[in-house]
């Protein structure tokens, strides 16, 4: 495939979301193999600076940039539409440090982009690809890029109360981009806006640039665009921030809870394992991936062989019992140890309901295994539904997991009913659906 830039320039104008300055941007076409450049026109000498992970200097609701002097706020949604509409080489002129939010999506970027009109060029495009899995947690949420000869998000977002759960999977190419990602807005919840306006944040805000979530009610100046508006807008924010690798990546991104650290953090450890001599993947004494048929338990041990999960995201401590091929217990100890408890909820510590359901999620893709029993296979999480959480779980409970399968497409997609027990009396409860991908090829 060529590369590709615009074939003339287009301007926009608006204003900044954190700043709330008054802002020009204008797309102008460049030269083969030049990337993203962002040029400041409002600084002496009118630096440019070019994204990359190493240049990342802020993530609080955006992704910021600095190269010495020069900082560019923000960029996520620009680079989000250049890269979602297959446009390799730009420079993205401002006249300010941060691009206009407009309506607080990539829409209005990607009609701009459309006016410049993207053009074929001389060169043929390189990519970013992974050759195995490469995963970052922090808290409550995780980001997984699987090898995939393409670009595909998985994405589910939620918030602590599970009032606003969302889910979608997209292949991501221009047209899919344009239709079903690039229109989602961004959003904010009520309780956060005073305390981001004390760190200088969101000065441009308003109804015509983002929606607010308050309790259950969502405050907007139109409908929502899509049913999954949320989780779609994360994977705006995902397209725009890989583009720090300096290339387009081919993956498949299973994304829970994402955000602009997360994101970052995906993409400086996909640097990382780039950098790996070839055969340098770890070889130490294991047992099999999967489940055999005659383990009728398994301890951590095993659930780490089996499960890509790592600290802090393993949410299954041991298989206490495979009651039939389709059906086990297990445990999850919870202790004050757990990171999340630092900020969920300082002095009342609650275990988030979507630690809950990614617990059962765990559980089900293990049971899913013990069926496949195949090498090199993963079970990841797609969606949940008929969610209920009915009992505050805190520290020194322990969690009882119980799944059953009730469903299964050919041993790669599976629906499971799962709930949680803690001394013998269902704290949450859902239905969910995982499948099993090759770790080593394309799914």
């Given at each position: 495939?060529?590369?590709?830039?615009?074939?003339?320039?287009?301007?926009?104008?608006?204003?900044?979301?954190?700043?709330?300055?008054?802002?020009?941007?204008?797309?102008?076409?460049?030269?083969?193999?030049?990337?993203?450049?962002?040029?400041?026109?409002?600084?002496?000498?009118?630096?440019?600076?070019?994204?990359?992970?190493?240049?990342?200097?802020?993530?609080?609701?955006?992704?910021?940039?600095?190269?010495?002097?020069?900082?560019?706020?923000?960029?996520?949604?620009?680079?989000?539409?250049?890269?979602?509409?297959?446009?390799?080489?730009?420079?993205?002129?401002?006249?300010?440090?941060?691009?206009?939010?407009?309506?607080?999506?990539?829409?209005?970027?990607?009609?701009?982009?459309?006016?410049?009109?993207?053009?074929?060029?001389?060169?043929?495009?390189?990519?970013?690809?992974?050759?195995?899995?490469?995963s970052v947690t922090y808290g409550s949420s995780s980001l997984i890029a699987l090898p995939y000869d393409g670009l595909k998000i998985t994405c589910t977002s939620a918030d602590d109360r599970g009032i606003h759960t969302q889910h979608i999977a997209l292949d991501i190419d221009p047209e899919e981009y344009m239709a079903q990602v690039a229109p989602a807005r961004t959003f904010t919840i009520y309780e956060d806006i005073e305390e981001l306006l004390k760190l200088g944040k969101i000065q441009g805000g308003s109804l015509d640039s983002a929606i607010v979530i308050k309790g259950d009610k969502i405050l907007s100046k139109e409908p929502l665009r899509f049913k999954e508006e949320f989780a779609r807008h994360k994977i705006l924010d995902i397209v725009g921030d890989v583009m720090l690798l300096g290339k387009p990546l081919k993956a498949h991104i299973i994304a829970v809870r994402p955000g602009h650290r997360l994101n970052v953090e995906l993409s400086k450890a996909i640097i990382k394992s780039l950098e790996k001599p070839e055969g340098a993947k770890e070889k130490a004494k294991?047992?099999?991936?999967?489940?055999?048929?005659?383990?009728?338990?398994?301890?951590?041990?095993?659930?780490?062989?089996?499960?890509?999960?790592?600290?802090?995201?393993?949410?299954?401590?041991?298989?206490?019992?495979?009651?039939?091929?389709?059906?086990?217990?297990?445990?999850?100890?919870?202790?004050?140890?757990?990171?999340?408890?630092?900020?969920?909820?300082?002095?009342?510590?609650?275990?988030?309901?979507?630690?809950?359901?990614?617990?059962?999620?765990?559980?089900?893709?293990?049971?899913?295994?013990?069926?496949?029993?195949?090498?090199?296979?993963?079970?990841?999480?797609m969606s949940c539904d008929k969610v209920k959480f009915r009992q505050a779980v805190t520290p020194g409970d322990q969690l009882e997991i119980h799944v059953k399968i009730t469903k299964n497409r050919g041993k790669k997609i599976g629906v499971a009913e799962g709930k949680c027990l803690v001394a013998g009396k269902v704290v949450s409860s859902a239905e969910l659906m995982f499948a099993i991908v090759d770790a080593g090829q394309d799914t």
């Open positions: 495939m060529k590369q590709r830039s615009i074939l003339r320039d287009a301007t926009i104008k608006g204003k900044a979301l954190h700043t709330g300055e008054e802002v020009t941007l204008t797309l102008k076409p460049a030269e083969p193999n030049t990337g993203i450049v962002f040029r400041r026109v409002d600084l002496y000498g009118k630096p440019e600076v070019k994204p990359s992970v190493d240049l990342v200097s802020d993530v609080v609701r955006s992704t910021t940039i600095t190269d010495g002097h020069t900082k560019i706020h923000t960029i996520e949604h620009v680079l989000s539409a250049l890269h979602g509409c297959g446009i390799d080489n730009a420079v993205v002129e401002m006249d300010a440090s941060e691009p206009p939010i407009l309506d607080g999506s990539a829409k209005l970027y990607v009609n701009l982009i459309h006016e410049a009109e993207p053009v074929e060029q001389d060169a043929d495009r390189e990519y970013i690809e992974i050759k195995e899995p490469v294991r047992g099999p991936a999967y489940v055999l048929p005659t383990e009728d338990s398994l301890n951590i041990r095993r659930i780490l062989d089996t499960l890509p999960h790592r600290y802090p995201f393993v949410m299954v401590d041991r298989v206490v019992e495979f009651k039939s091929e389709k059906e086990l217990v297990a445990i999850k100890n919870v202790t004050i140890n757990e990171p999340y408890f630092q900020g969920h909820f300082p002095g009342h510590p609650v275990m988030p309901g979507v630690l809950q359901i990614e617990a059962m999620a765990q559980a089900a893709g293990i049971l899913m295994l013990r069926q496949v029993s195949s090498e090199d296979t993963i079970a990841f999480f």
